[in-house]
């Protein structure tokens, strides 16, 4: 795909708009609000007010995962979870594109003064580099896909433009995680067993997740029982929940939960709560 449609005095051309959104790109702007409209980007006893920046969303639209090998990570959040897809794009390149995604970090390389590419910042302006996308639908939410590649290389393939991160603790700063929700009536530490066992049947053998044991080996983490699958919450404002962490297979960082009990009620009534407040 390239950019055969320049922007006119009027605008950017329709199909660019639409093909930025379609990869969940949003460019930010730094706008001063007037001082009479500071008081609509607030929560006013509880509810939304009108006007507000709250009150112009309609919740999150989908959730974005940069992977190393898009097929892999396409049948396991198709074949193996079960999502859907919704579309598939590619071959985006071009400098509007490239502007959208990417500004904020060539800003950053040129104040280090290192070239952009010594930081993962692909040459989507130039094409040298191009960028996939495929959207999963889920029951509640969507998962977008994304491989950076080089423009020799075909689509969906394991070759990305930029080595994956190795540090991929939960708890290093900006960090982020995938979170499924299991329903209620399924057997978490027998989700978990399956869950491994499909996704080593196909080769992913990057999918493990954590045991609530103390395990110092890969073989012990393997041999640990069933009920160390998961962890159940028995006390506090918590009570009620069930977790486990779990890799994926491109390294990801994903969380299983199951919400029962008073926590399931908790987040009931808050999302109650937050529909009659936007209504």
Request: glycine residues 10%; aromatic residues 6%.
């Amino acid at each position: 795909m390239s950019e055969q449609n320049e922007p006119t005095s009027a605008g950017l051309e329709r199909r660019d708009v639409l093909r930025a959104a379609a990869v969940g790109a949003v460019a930010l702007g730094a706008v001063a609000a007037p001082a009479g409209a500071q008081q609509a980007t607030r929560v006013r006893a509880g509810r939304i007010v009108e006007g507000s920046l709250g009150a112009r969303l309609q919740g999150v639209q989908h959730f974005g995962l940069t992977v190393q090998n898009m097929d892999r990570a396409f049948a396991f959040y198709t074949e193996v979870l079960g999502g859907t897809e919704i579309m598939r794009d590619g071959d985006f390149q071009g400098e509007r594109i490239h502007n959208t995604l990417l500004t904020a970090e060539e800003i950053e390389a040129r104040e280090r003064h290192v070239n952009p590419r010594a930081r993962g910042v692909p040459d989507l302006r130039g094409g040298t580099q191009r960028l996939d996308v495929r959207f999963v639908q889920f029951d509640n939410v969507v998962i977008e896909l994304l491989q950076y590649r080089d423009a020799d290389q075909p689509m969906g393939g394991p070759n990305a433009f930029a080595e994956p991160l190795d540090h991929m603790s939960p708890a290093f700063p900006r960090m982020m995680h995938i979170c499924f929700h299991i329903r209620d009536d399924a057997d978490f530490n027998v989700f978990i067993r399956d869950l491994e066992a499909e996704a080593a049947r196909r080769g992913m053998t990057q999918v493990r997740a954590n045991r609530v044991l103390t395990v110092g080996s890969e073989a012990d983490r393997k041999a640990a029982p069933l009920d160390a699958n998961s962890n159940p919450i028995t006390e506090g404002k918590s009570t009620g929940w069930r977790l486990i962490y779990c890799r994926g297979p491109e390294g990801e960082q994903l969380e299983f939960v199951q919400a029962l009990g008073p926590v399931k009620k908790t987040f009931d009534d808050a999302l109650a709560a937050r529909r009659a407040s936007v209504g």
